[in-house]
């Protein structure tokens, strides 16, 4: 099958968040499948690989009340075979979507671009897609553009995957004309309207044939609350909650050049002790290795649960537990925790940045992986965090709901541990069991804990169980079309 994949960013030439991750770790395991993959995505000024490559120059789309031009690079990694759309004006910014404060003015136009450009570009190197795999708002128009502008490409049906349904893309009515859409779709029932505003999330959920989101549990939660889109997804009858993966050639304690000692199921004890202890180092952290150590990899959102956290400073330091953080994010959050590092230096530690090297080592380093979300689409740090063997305590929400199990509710598969309610009193508890099991092993008691890790460890969270179910949601797509044309 020859799928394009359209999307806003891809690991590694641009990282934000997971959606990076998501569309070069899906693209590879399709590939490995068998089948034809292109991923089509900005030229943004700070890529992490260079481009040198151009695919075609002065291509042509009409936006903006004028035609305008951009150039395509590509590149191939992975036997993936990526386009790069090159318009500067759009593109060439120092941020890939907005300056640290604020938005770009501009960003209806800087993706609506990008969907009709990409259409423009699999029309022009005649890819022949079998379907079109597009994620989140910032390429939902582009459905509605190929119903409006590209009948040659009406047999080609269009997967929309949502990654985050809190981003919708909503917009000034007076962008419509500029980005080349008539006023005939502007209209609530059916339309892109959105109480007086564009919605690009509305329109590729209307306008796809098949619509996926990334967890099971985070499809049922979409129906009943979406931001004020639950309606027009409930109303969509083939929507499928599909678990996102992990990366095994990134992400294995086994071959991990980035961690201080590898390690397997049967060798975890002393290669987590070994990387626990230089991990410690590295953050300035002096307590001794029976004290539980709790790892955060995160932006620093609301969403992340930082508000739990920072109200539970004081009592998990209280508890006996050592914490350290990595991450950047809202400025707030950023602030309370150079302030939790200062009033609790001995026990909380703190790196305001992302670092892959630094990432890699507190999953492998860490006892426990606290992730405490507001609401979690799907979440991949649980399952790093556990092929690593780092205990997850977290709250049971969306994707973190499928993929930790309790292990006082289900003591014969459990991997973690849960809480339901978002209050501190609440992740407390959490930790304190998790706690009660840890320091049994410690005191040479039962082997508990030992069993949990061990089983963490085991669990299978391949991208290639993920991408058979893509495989699935395609054909569903390209059957509905078939009858559709």
């Given amino acids: 099958m020859r799928v394009v994949m359209v999307a806003s960013e891809s690991a590694p030439y641009l990282k934000t968040g997971g959606l990076g991750d998501v569309i070069h770790s899906l693209s590879k395991a399709l590939i490995k499948l068998g089948h034809t993959v292109y991923v089509i995505m900005p030229k943004y000024a700070k890529l992490k690989r260079s481009l040198e490559r151009k695919a075609r120059e002065g291509i042509k789309i009409y936006i903006d009340y004028q035609w305008r031009e951009f150039d395509l690079y590509e590149d191939i990694l992975d036997h993936v075979r990526y386009f790069f759309i090159d318009y500067r004006p759009y593109y060439g910014r120092e941020y890939a979507y907005a300056p640290p404060k604020g938005d770009y003015y501009d960003n209806a136009l800087r993706f609506g671009f990008l969907s009709l450009a990409s259409l423009q570009v699999i029309r022009e190197l005649e890819l022949k897609p079998e379907v079109i795999h597009i994620h989140d708002w910032h390429t939902g128009i582009l459905p509605l553009y190929k119903s409006l502008y590209y009948p040659d490409l009406e047999k080609v049906p269009v997967v929309f995957t949502i990654h985050n349904a809190m981003h919708q893309g909503i917009f000034d009515a007076h962008f419509l004309p500029a980005l080349n859409l008539p006023w005939e779709v502007f209209h609530p029932y059916g339309g892109v309207e959105f109480y007086g505003k564009i919605n690009f999330m509305k329109a590729g959920i209307l306008f796809c044939d098949v619509l996926t989101t990334v967890s099971p549990s985070y499809a049922e939660e979409l129906k009943a609350y979406c931001y004020g889109l639950e309606g027009v997804i409930r109303e969509k009858k083939y929507f499928f909650g599909i678990l996102n993966g992990i990366d095994y050639d990134v992400w294995n304690p086994e071959k991990d050049e980035l961690i201080f000692a590898k390690y397997n199921p049967k060798s975890f004890k002393r290669g987590k002790l070994k990387n626990k202890t230089r991990l410690k180092e590295i953050f300035g952290l002096k307590t001794e290795n029976y004290r539980p150590l709790i790892g955060i990899v995160a932006r ?95 709250r049971w929400v969306g994707g973190l709901k499928d993929t930790v199990e309790d292990f006082l509710k289900d003591p014969e598969n459990g991997t973690g541990f849960a809480f339901e309610n978002f209050e501190p009193k609440d992740m407390m508890s959490a930790l304190l069991r998790a706690r009660v099991f840890y320091d049994m092993e410690f005191c040479n008691s039962e082997k508990v804990w030992s069993e949990i890790v061990k089983r963490c460890m085991r669990q299978d969270f391949s991208w290639e169980r993920s991408a058979r179910e893509y495989e699935s949601a395609y054909t569903t797509a390209r059957v509905l079309r078939f009858y559709d044309s």
């Fill in 300 to 394: 620093l959102t609301a969403q992340k649960g930082f508000d739990l956290i920072f109200s539970s400073a004081e009592e998990i330091v209280k508890e006996g537990f050592d914490m350290l953080v990595l991450g950047s994010g809202e400025e707030k959050y950023q602030e309370m925790l150079v302030e939790l590092s200062k009033k609790f230096p001995n026990s909380i530690k703190a790196r305001i940045e992302y670092s892959e090297e630094l990432a890699h080592k507190i999953y492998a380093g860490a006892d426990i992986f606290l992730m405490p979300s507001l609401f979690e689409p799907c979440g991949i740090s649980q399952m790093i965090a556990m092929r690593y063997g780092t205990v997850p305590v977290v």
